[in-house]
């Protein structure tokens, strides 16, 4: 006879197995047992994974639902190791990432009264997660109502987990002892006791469409899309921009530079062009679609939210409650709530009139110079430059390759550096609280889940704040390339205006140079380590990413002088933009 | 002419100050500019430190604040950053330990918008924070009102975090940009806008205190003193059980095992005499009086709670709402809330009666049998033993000396080896939430603001899941001795019943090892790394401590010899016991 806790427990799982979870991220306890023993039993369906640091395995999940699609969730046991999972939490909420938290906890008679190891743990996630509950404690006497309740419950959180916004939802499962019976829990099998089908986006409203595509038609537009548009394929939307004769701002993380759809409307220097003064005035649009994110590029967000005359139409398949307004600018004038892919057809076959040639080329035309003037310009550099690394990282990467962009400045450095290609490559990164931490996790969880390889562009500060996130690499036999930016310190605020206003005191305090040498982290990892060197290195990329295991590549630069050669790259940029008669032709 | 927001936080910082915050632990940012550019401006008062690792400087603020007894502050920039301080808040909150956790944030108008690095942090912390405040933006429009609301702020901050019991309280402070301009900040000068004066622990209400006395008087009583006793000095307590003629139990992080007090009633092996039948049947107490949270001993808790015919006082000066009432086992008669040490005086004052001569010989007699045992046990070992290291750690620790309990195995290992010494040593430890997490953090934090030496006592597992926390001490030229106990995994598991349940899952989903060779860390943060022999090694330890700097001296066990050893010597200390005509002399 086995325990009511592994009934229940059963129950649960068999739930959030039919829900969708396929992964599971386990981390060392012991109230977690009766969760941990159903998981790892003879015939679990699971696919398992251990974690010893709560916080760098929330990252990995998110990593592994990033790259899946699916939910993937995360187990560990009572106490401060629940509160190790909120940086993750607070991710998932925001960049839309299916994560299904399961903390065990002590019996609600252990709450609050001095125990070990037991911290309030209801609603430990608050505005953070999509939806929580504390399960009632497994108890023999009420068992047939308990495994309902958990079957329910398992049901509900895949479901809300998934549907659009996806997020993070938490469950807290508390257990008295006993936590285990001799003998193997029954196992975890397919079937199916309920099951919650999760809320997809809405259909475009046909009068929505016919009102945008009046709108739309013979006009000088826009489309931009930024990180995580919601599903939005592309294909679907650059047979929009095809049909309007629009540019399509892609941001880094939008998934249109890189692929097999026509690249031509694919505008990848937007960050660059909008520094030149005359294109920024005569590239003004009259109307923008977003799709997405707010993008990277601030100079782009500042350039588009100073147009006096703009129309601008915010398209997100959940516009509406937390998380869903993303307009930072605060520049909307409508926002729809949609599919963003049906609603790009359901323009299409509105047919409305294209933009004149010229507002295509203008933008083709501008792009084109400021690519192959950044290119030249840094192809004639003989120092170490981190853009660089991104050009011979992007020439190296392989068909069905994933580039997980590290926050601060590596985005920001894909966004000016990686060009449009048609090489099936996915590029990811962790845009929703934009954090430097979990980012190294991230990157793990995609190299646990990928069929192709993985690189990591990553800066040190970060690539140190998740050193432990490297640490199933190891342990599962996992490769990854890290591409690792080392300027001693926090690159981006050499940028700021903190740099020349506090000079006393920006090196120590802003600047923040940690000062050690990440061989040492490396070898823990037992990874090879590299030191790259000036000029072309993709032989050098190429070969790391053929090899299994981790590889590190560190690159070592200087934060003031990588402020300089980005800005002499950038006005070069703007020359060349200014020398174009753009459009004119 | 300042920026209001100058103007503003400096307000804020100078009530802090004068609420007796002397510490601020920055992290790297650039939102939370205004409060770092003045915290660190010519004339700051404040000590300062930069840690890189949020979670880490949660741990390492709060190791300063056990250690000084002052509020502690840290500060970051916006979004995941300040969700990394949450497990530091959990546990700040249960072990009362004062702590100001400033966040920088971006204004109102960004959240929810989909602005980068914003996510809710109105509240973040629950119920893990003893207040929380969202300040308003600094507006030079109504720069007057706001500069009185800072300055309030700050003066409830300071003092509700070190108001019995002491906790953690949260400031969450938005910023509009500009967040500088050129030239330093005006001083934080020690001026006195406002301030609060703390609540303390009541006197003992007079009626109260003669009803206990009557109570006790003349019955065979224990004192437990746990973890967090409230700043009970040892000279009150030592004296009350004097007078009494009762036993102390004493857990390791109780401050009653070493010191300048009398240790005659100090009872330092309880969990190793209620493992003998006999004893534990005829030490049945008439009444216990409880100070502090529950001692770490499960077999001596368990032995208590056992006791049908004991009348239970759990004396706390905050025994009233949340994380106030301390009594895991759920059999309190009655809570007094008082401040501790008066209390112990003012019983003394009351003259009670003492318990007969053979109630306090029948403790002492047993403790000292089981001692001796242990240590003969111990020295006829020629192989390593964890419980080794801890008599060699206490015999090596000179006077002054601080050591860190790491939370697992190695408080329990103190609990047990670590006999009662005239030497003036601070034994600490993590016990609020008692995870493995931000050990590490804790004991930097300590040898940060120690005169004397350092000690941290730690497993594998946790030394690794706080890796980070080791940065400091480079940084900052910190001295420390790791004495870390690696086996390979999580110790104490193998003292569980899932070792024999799960034979064939255990290893490696319990056990859990980690499979690095940590000498790289130790490498990594500039450390020097000795691997400990069999035997003797208090020579090895006291040379270590003796040195400045980090050094780890790693010795290496098997866990589940671990196990036979500890049942080992508890057995001998047992049969030790038993053999004992215990108080029939």
């Given at each position: 006879m086995a325990l009511a806790a592994d009934q229940y427990v059963r129950a649960l799982l068999q739930s959030l197995w039919h829900g969708g979870v396929r992964h599971a991220v386990v981390s060392p306890g012991s109230r977690n047992t009766p969760l941990t023993n159903a998981l790892t039993a003879?015939?679990?369906?699971f696919r398992l994974w251990l974690h010893l640091d709560e916080r760098s395995a929330g990252y990995f999940a998110l990593g592994i639902a990033r790259q899946t699609g699916e939910p993937a969730m995360v187990l560990c046991t009572s106490g401060t190791a629940a509160a190790n999972y909120l940086p993750a939490a607070v991710e998932a909420r925001i960049s839309r990432i299916p994560l299904i938290i399961v903390t065990a906890d002590r019996p609600p008679?252990?709450?609050?009264?001095?125990?070990?190891?037991?911290?309030?743990?209801?609603?430990?996630?608050g505005t953070h997660v999509k939806w929580s509950q504390d399960l009632p404690v497994a108890d023999a006497g009420a068992i047939d109502e308990l495994v309902r309740f958990a079957r329910t419950a398992g049901a509900r959180a895949a479901s809300v987990a998934t549907e659009v916004p996806a997020g993070p939802v938490h469950l807290n499962v508390p257990f008295r002892e006993p936590l285990l019976e001799e003998g193997t829990p029954p196992p975890i099998v397919e079937e199916v006791p309920v099951a919650r089908e999760p809320a997809r986006a809405p259909a475009p409203d046909p009068a929505t469409v016919a009102r945008l595509a009046s709108h739309v038609s013979g006009r000088r537009g826009l489309i931009v899309c930024g990180p995580e548009?919601?599903?939005?394929?592309a294909h679907e939307v650059t047979a929009l921009a095809a049909a309007l004769g629009w540019p399509v701002i892609a941001d880094?993380?939008?998934?249109?530079?890189?692929?097999?759809?026509?690249?031509?409307?694919?505008?990848?220097?937007a960050d660059a062009i909008v520094r030149e003064p005359d294109f920024a005035s005569r590239a003004a649009p009259e109307l923008v679609l977003r799709f997405g994110a707010?993008?990277?590029?601030k100079p782009f967000n500042q350039w588009l939210a100073a147009q006096p005359a703009t129309y601008r139409v915010l398209i997100d398949p959940?516009?509406?409650?937390?998380?869903?307004?993303?307009?930072?600018?605060?520049?909307?004038d409508e926002a729809v709530t949609a599919d963003p892919g049906a609603l790009c057809l359901a323009l299409i076959e509105a047919a409305p009139a294209a933009a004149s040639d010229g507002w295509g080329a203008l933008w083709r035309e501008a792009n084109a110079a400021a690519r192959s003037t950044m290119r030249e310009a840094i192809d004639a550099l003989d120092e170490p430059f981190e853009g660089r690394a991104v050009i011979d990282l992007a020439e190296a990467l392989p068909d069905g390759a994933t580039l997980v962009a590290g926050n601060s400045m590596p985005v920001r450095d894909i966004d000016s550096y990686f060009a449009n290609t048609s090489k099936r490559i996915r590029i990811v990164g962790t845009?929703?609280?934009?954090?430097?931490?979990g980012v190294v996790s991230g990157a793990v969880g995609a190299a646990a889940v990928s069929g192709g390889p993985v690189a990591l562009l990553i800066g040190d500060l970060s690539f140190f704040h998740d050193l432990?996130?490297?640490?199933?690499l190891g342990r599962y036999g996992l490769n990854l390339t890290v591409l690792l930016v080392n300027?001693?310190?926090?690159?981006?605020?050499?940028?700021?205006?903190q740099r020349t206003a506090i000079p006393d005191r920006f090196e120590e305090?802003?600047?923040?140079?940690?000062?050690?040498?990440?061989r040492h982290a490396v070898a823990l990892h037992g990874g090879r380590h590299t030191v790259l060197e000036a000029g072309d290195q993709r032989d050098v990329i190429q070969a790391a990413l053929a090899r299994p295991g981790l590889d590190v590549l560190e690159l070592r630069t200087e934060r003031d002088r990588n402020v300089v050669l980005h800005r002499q790259i950038w006005e070069q940029a703007a020359s060349a933009v200014a020398s174009q008669r753009l459009g004119r032709t």
């Open positions: 003879p015939g679990s369906p008679e252990a709450r609050d009264v001095g125990a070990a190891q037991t911290v309030d743990q209801v609603g430990l996630y548009t919601g599903g939005l394929s880094p993380l939008s998934g249109l530079r890189t692929g097999d759809h026509p690249l031509e409307t694919v505008i990848d220097c707010a993008p990277t590029s959940a516009a509406g409650g937390t998380s869903g307004w993303r307009d930072p600018d605060l520049q909307s845009r929703g609280a934009s954090g430097i931490d432990n996130g490297l640490w199933p300027n001693n310190g926090g690159g981006i605020f050499n940028f700021l205006p305090w802003w600047g923040t140079p940690h000062g050690l040498d990440l």
